[in-house]
């Protein structure tokens, strides 16, 4: 599917740099380029994935905007599968505008947000999951986000969401041969249960894996609660080992919910360190409040921080009822000016929830804590190296249809429905699936993907 317009866009961040990029792709991508380049020879007669120095000439000025190096990577060898030309020019915002300018009037269009890997995917050089992951490792923000983009877009997600397809297939057809050939000698329904449990087995390992995906795509999300003056803010500063958060003998002093984003064990966490928890003194006091509780429902984890110098107060145990239903871990904060007494004073009235002991002026347990977070990142999660992250909604929302939709097919097995139902149920599943391929989805979806992108990949 070569499609009929040529593209144009600036594929490098905007301001000043060592170059700038701008990426043409259709099938005039080499003739535009070629009508406003100076070289020692025409572009259309260079070979394919060549380098080729010279200038771009502004056809109203007749004289160069700008020296540059000229890549030229000829259909089907290419990134969109169409022909494409780089233009590397110095890294100024002028020269890369004007050049852009030029290519845009002599015949290219700008293109629109994720065009580029759109054409790919249309032109059947990636599916729709690799696409995806080219926005995954864009915007990789630790390693471990970075190694999972990188193996869907190796098509590790295609591959078992097609194997699992075709596992289904295999028994779409045995049902049909049921309805066709009646009086044939077939599998029986007891060995497809046996199948079909399988995949649904499969199915749910990949759906708890998901999980981890979505934590890792989406980053985790950590709110500091607790009373006032109880060390929030220097254990958000000892965590991010900078003076971040202001920090006074105040009580109040934080008024506003503070986000700040760190890395723990190779996920992306977002730490939200939020306003003392107590009665509301004035309005200013009462929005605080209603944000902390806000970040309250909407954390995966929730630091409870007490003061382990101090006895347990009231305004310490409503902090706590408030996590009650929530997955959450205390923080004793001062165990340099605590004792062990008054520590394990506190550890027997914490119904249960695990604790850390941290000093967060002296900035020690910090790595106890570290660990504790993974540790609870980890509960309810299946961490394994080898296990597939579903980290895209879609893959998720598609996987759990076709997981409800193998259940059903379980059931009518069970009941020994006609196999007319059972078949219905089959295709049901394998719908599913080729909405998690990409092989079935609306030109909607495809737009609120690519709408994600930048412009220029």
């Known amino acids: 599917m070569i499609l009929d317009d040529t593209i144009a866009a600036i594929s490098t961040p905007p301001g000043v740099g060592g170059i700038s990029i701008i990426r043409l792709s259709g099938r005039d991508a080499i003739p535009i380029v070629d009508k406003i380049f100076q070289g020692r020879r025409r572009l259309h007669r260079v070979e394919s994935h060549s380098v080729n120095y010279g200038g771009i000439v502004d056809p109203e000025a007749k004289r160069w905007v700008d020296e540059v190096l000229v890549t030229v990577m000829k259909s089907p060898r290419t990134y969109t599968r169409e022909d494409i030309v780089e233009i590397n020019c110095h890294g100024g915002t002028l020269p890369t505008k004007r050049i852009l300018e030029i290519v845009l009037e002599s015949g290219a269009r700008l293109a629109e947000p994720g065009e580029f890997t759109k054409r790919a995917f249309l032109n059947g050089r990636i599916d729709l999951n690799q696409a995806e992951a080219v926005l995954d490792v864009i915007n990789a923000r630790t390693e471990k986000e970075l190694a999972c983009g990188l193996a869907q877009l190796d098509g590790e997600a295609s591959r078992e969401f097609h194997e699992l397809r075709e596992k289904l297939v295999d028994v779409l057809a045995v049902v049909e041969a049921h309805i066709d050939f009646p009086e044939e000698e077939l599998p029986s329904y007891n060995e497809l249960l046996v199948r079909i449990s399988e995949l649904l087995s499969h199915l749910q390992k990949l759906l708890k894996a998901g999980e981890e995906g979505r934590l890792l795509s989406e980053g985790v999300k950590i709110a500091i609660i607790g009373r006032p003056n109880v060390g929030k803010s220097s254990l958000l500063n000892a ?26 064990g190779g996920y992306p966490v977002k730490i939200l360190d939020t306003a003392g928890l107590r009665r509301a003194r004035d309005l200013i006091e009462s929005e605080s409040q209603r944000r902390t509780e806000l970040s309250i429902e909407d954390a995966d984890i929730v630091l409870v921080v007490l003061d382990s110098s101090d ?29 062990p007494r008054k520590l394990k004073a506190i550890k027997e009235k914490l119904n249960g929830h695990p604790s850390v002991e941290v000093s967060a002026t002296e900035r020690t347990g910090l790595s106890e804590l570290r660990q504790a977070i993974l540790n609870c990142i980890g509960e309810g999660v299946d961490i394994r190296d ?12 598609s996987i759990t249809q076709c997981a409800r939709e193998v259940e059903r097919v379980r059931q009518a097995l069970e009941e020994s429905l006609p196999p007319e139902i059972v078949a219905l149920e089959v295709k049901e599943a394998i719908s599913s699936l080729d909405r998690a391929t990409g092989e079935d989805v609306s030109e909607e979806v495809l737009d609120r993907i690519f709408s994600r992108f930048c412009i220029g990949k």
């Open 239 to 264: 965590l991010l080992t900078e003076n971040r958060a202001i920090v006074t003998p105040i009580p109040g002093t934080t008024r506003d919910t503070l986000a700040e984003w760190m890395n723990i």
């Open 386 to 397: 080898d296990a597939l992250l579903l980290t895209s909604a879609r893959q998720r929302v």
């Open 311 to 339: 006895c347990l107060t009231t305004d310490d145990r409503k902090v706590m009822m408030k996590v009650r239903d929530k997955r959450a871990m205390v923080v004793l904060n001062k165990r340099d000016v605590s004792t």
